[in-house]
């Protein structure tokens, strides 16, 4: 595993004013990430990808989630959260896919900060310096439009061709001065069935 990682990459950000308006409490976003060797480049087209999962993502997590804490200044800061991959040039997005979408990763982020949401994520295939998003929803009330957020890191020289960046995000609260009401809000004006919202894990 270690010779996978070529650098971790940490980003935060506090907002003081918002709208021309101080926020109640600093709103603080960050994002952690890691630049690593794509296991499965330059080896055509890989069928079965679970021996790499099963070694890789479980450690990718344990390595990434203490950095993501520290940088946003506990778990029990953390409200929101969310997770994203991209995948160089010369790989697949489902090998972006692959190292995310799996419990063995979502977990230890999930039970650091004792969510129960599942993460919000993309995935995609660029070069290096482009935008990663970390979409962040709240890590307990899906439905809580004040936490539908994002997260941004740029990695300038990454991910190479041969690379997969995998980040993960936080959130210390919602947006500042959110005043859009909560999608439940919505599905009960509208008469919709609230008990129908099961999501993934």
Known sequence: MKDLIRKFAVSSEEVLIEGGRAVSKPYRT??????????WAGRGFV?????????????????????????????????????????????????????????????????????????????KRAGPGTSIDVPLTH???????????????????????????IAIGAATSGRPHARIGDRYEDMKAMGVDQTNTKVPA
């Open 30 to 39: 960050s994002v952690v990430a890691a630049v690593i060797r794509n296991p």
């Open 47 to 123: 069928e079965d990808l679970q021996p790499e999962i099963m070694s890789i993502a479980p450690e990718l997590g344990a390595k990434m989630v203490p950095r993501l804490l520290e940088a946003i200044g506990g778990a029990e800061a953390v409200e929101a959260y969310g997770k994203a991959a991209v995948v160089g040039v010369s790989g697949e997005v489902e090998h972006a896919s692959a190292l995310i979408h799996t419990l063995r990763f979502g977990n230890a982020l999930r039970e650091a900060v004792k969510g129960v949401s599942y993460l919000n994520f993309t995935n």
């Open 139 to 165: 890590i307990n009330t899906l439905g809580k439009r004040s936490h539908f957020l994002t997260a941004s890191i740029v990695i300038p020289d990454a991910p190479g061709a041969d690379e997969l960046v």
